[in-house]
């Protein structure tokens, strides 16, 4: 098993920035892909940011050139930086291991107020 810590979030203006990092526990050696989901009232779970095993990024079209994530997974460590927020990024932000099937931190709230 795998656990996830998020830390960071809060609440922000709209142009603002946040930082939100995880740190995984437990048999680190099952990561092969780090990233961040989240969930915003009224929507689906969307992937945000995602490290593979082989180190490419994957970034979700609404954050580009905005968020930018790092880490890394075979110390089972991710960072993602949030510049430029906006309302709309609001939302319960997940450290997610192994895809949407894997492992799950508790979450944690951005809020961007406009």
């Known amino acids: 098993q795998v656990q996830l810590v998020e830390s960071g979030g809060g609440l922000v203006q709209a142009g603002g920035s946040l930082r939100l990092s995880c740190a995984a526990s437990g048999n680190i050696a099952l990561i092969n892909a780090m990233g961040w989901w989240r969930r915003a009232p009224g929507s689906q779970d969307e992937m945000v940011g995602v490290?593979?095993?082989?180190?490419?990024?994957r970034l979700a079209e609404s954050v580009k050139g905005r968020f930018t994530i790092s880490g890394n997974n075979r110390k089972g460590t991710v960072t993602l930086s949030m510049n430029d927020l906006k309302p709309e990024d609001t939302a319960v932000y997940y450290c997610?291991?192994?895809?949407?099937?894997?492992?799950w931190g508790q979450g944690t709230q951005v809020t961007v107020s406009s």
């Open positions: 997610v291991a192994n895809g949407a099937f894997g492992f």
């Open positions: 490290i593979e095993i082989d180190g490419r990024i």
